[in-house]
């Protein structure tokens, strides 16, 4: 028997034989050709018949993994509009004089890897989605349907990857569960694969070779372990947790639409963790109560120039409308640190994570800042939101970035906008200094959020980035503990309620240490939601 240990992204038990995806080639070679503009009408003409593929890819999946999972071949549509996108490709057409499949290719490439070096779990995860975009587009090109070899009997699929498209036209019947060399937790296709039950685990690495083909094979989705030859005791143990796993789901959907309280009574919010507007519905799917922390950086990523008022005004109005009376709280834009975006200009920086990033970026850019504010405010006339500040560290900025809040009410109002002026004002507090003065600051906050992933970062002295350093990265260390206790307990002295969004908020082994603390309001993925309810239904 060998075992092999890769990432669980989506939780199952499955036996069966292990296959590797077949896939026809893609030849993208680089060819010159002499004519720019027509090689660039060809890229053109290519986009537009992707984007109808993807209409109607997007219509005929939605009964497989929902209608918001079904939205993503949306965005992928948009992808195919977005001059982020298409600029690059007709660059270097003009410029290398170099057919429209290299381009793509080359410029999909780049753009992807730009997702894949950013440390944000959640825009890492896109890399894959870019790839998706790039290779339908390829396809088209150069007439060469990609194609995957179809299965005669339900196999266990292994693959280097699998991209959203993919994972949505599975044959559920043929594939029993999903393992991969590389992946990302939070990608759309470990979303699909939830959405579908199938059984999944990526980040194999080398570990998970071709030379396995055809092995029986055994695996837990949940803990991330694959058996290949299994032994009989390990057979009987995982078919024997399978069972358990049955019952859980059924418990956690009891649950479901009922308020999240402890045993004696004391109600808390369970808020999801969103980066997008596709991202609501992922939310609402989950059952969560709200939204505690809305990413509103990726309206500034991938594009080659700021949104405009209007433009982020539409997003943060989708995301509300959606959402209903259930709150949303929208983080002012937090770029820098691993969110480089080039037509920032930010100076290079040798410990960007300490450098000129979140709230310092607002603060130094009043009229970026205000532009962003702005565009809350109006959207926060169509439903429940909140403004949290990022990265504060001292009662100074705070005042500071309240100023510019009042400022852009000011504006909408001397230009005669329709806007919502009393919408709740927070902050986050994911430095110790934020946390060591959090009596002060809660003179004048509505609410505390903490990030924990900075926070553990800031007072461990430890580079997220680093990997070398995993070892020493204790994130129930005593002393990110009392800081969230502390910030915790002057938060309620001076009548505000406090939150965590960072990714402790989902740790099952702190949650009741969270309850005790006093906590009042937990934000984390939407899949966490109906497990953390039961959790806290017995504190």
Known sequence: MITLQGKGVSAGIARGRLSFLKRQTLSVEKRSIENADEEIERFNTARKAAADQLDTLSATMMDKIGEENALLFEIHRMMLEDSDYCDPVIEIIKTEKVCA??????AG???AKEFADMDDSYMKARAIDVYDVSNRVIEILSGEGQGITRNDEPVILAADDFTPSETAQLDRNKVLALVSRQGAVNSHTAIFARTMGIPAIISFGAFLSGDFAGKQAMLDGETGVLYLDPEPAIIQELEAKEACQKQEKEKLEQVRGKPTVTKNGRPLKLYANIGSVIDAD???????EGVGLFRSEFLYLRRDDYPDENSQYESYRKVLEKMGERQVIIRTLDIGADKQVEYFRLPKEENPAMGLRAIRIGLTRPDLFKTQLRAIYRAAAHGNAAIMFPMITSLDELRRAKEQAKAAREELSARGIPFKADVPIGIMIETPASAVISDLLAQESDFFSIGTNDLT???????????????????HHEAILRLIRLTCENAHKAGIWCGICGSLGA??????????MGLDELSVEPSSILKLRTLIADC
């Open 507 to 516: 740790d099952s082994r702190l949650t009741k240490t969270f309850v005790d």
């Open 457 to 475: 970062q800031y007072t461990l002295a430890i580079d997220r980035q680093n990997s070398a350093l995993a070892s020493f990265c204790d994130t």
């Open 282 to 288: 992922a939310a609402l799917a989950g059952d969560a």
């Open 101 to 106: 499949e290299y381009a793509v290719n080359t």
């Open 109 to 111: 490439s780049r753009l």
